[in-house]
């Protein structure tokens, strides 16, 4: 068996171990594991009804910014800025978007590899933003709203200083890979 075979089984078998392991370990605790799958459950249910205005009321914003035009808008501002740092105007809007939407801004990922390619430097360069970014807005309302957190203090600055250095880190990543 190869070496990709071995990672492909491994990864085939991971999830049925540590089930497997959670299972015997609670029988071992002597741990009802239904009773407290069922009662997991439930929470995340009750957590899910929760948070739902707050997911519909992204998705809603997510599709006024990609219709109403303010993207292309936002783009065209700033392009001249863009241009002189080097980063490609085309993922300008990439980035704005994956503040909010992950499903958004594959979106608009998927519509620059149809216009530009994959293999295009934008196209590489955009593939390295989306692991280099993260959904802000997204994130800290799903996960601040789950555990009624309402003081975030610096979170939303940390996180969008997070993001611009991440942008910037796929920017330097991708030129010292791909070239320009």
Do not use: H, Q, W
């Not at 190869?2 to 990672?7: L, M, S």
């Not at 799958?37 to 914003?61: R, S, Y």
């Not at 530009?116 to 709203?145: N, Q």
């Amino acid at each position: 068996m190869n070496f990709i075979g071995i990672v492909s089984f491994v990864s085939d078998m991971i999830i049925p171990i540590v089930v497997s392991v959670m299972i015997i370990f609670g029988m071992k605790k002597k741990i009802s594991v239904y009773d407290t799958f069922l009662e997991g459950a439930t929470d995340g249910l009750k957590i899910t009804v929760k948070i739902l205005p707050t997911l519909i009321g992204l998705m809603v914003a997510v599709g006024i910014l990609r219709e109403s035009g303010f993207l292309t808008f936002l783009s065209e501002l700033l392009s001249p800025a863009a241009n002189v740092v080097g980063f490609p105007k085309e993922a300008v809007p990439l980035s704005f978007m994956r503040l909010v939407s992950s499903s958004a801004s594959t979106g608009l990922l998927l519509d620059i590899f149809k216009n530009y390619g994959p293999d295009s430097f934008i196209g590489r360069f955009v593939s390295v933003m989306m692991s280099c970014t993260e959904t802000v807005f997204y994130t800290m309302s799903v996960y601040f709203l789950s555990v009624n957190v309402t003081k975030t203090r610096y979170t939303l600055a940390g996180a969008l200083i997070a993001n611009a250095v991440g942008l910037a880190g796929a920017l330097v990543i991708t030129i010292v890979t791909f070239g320009k």
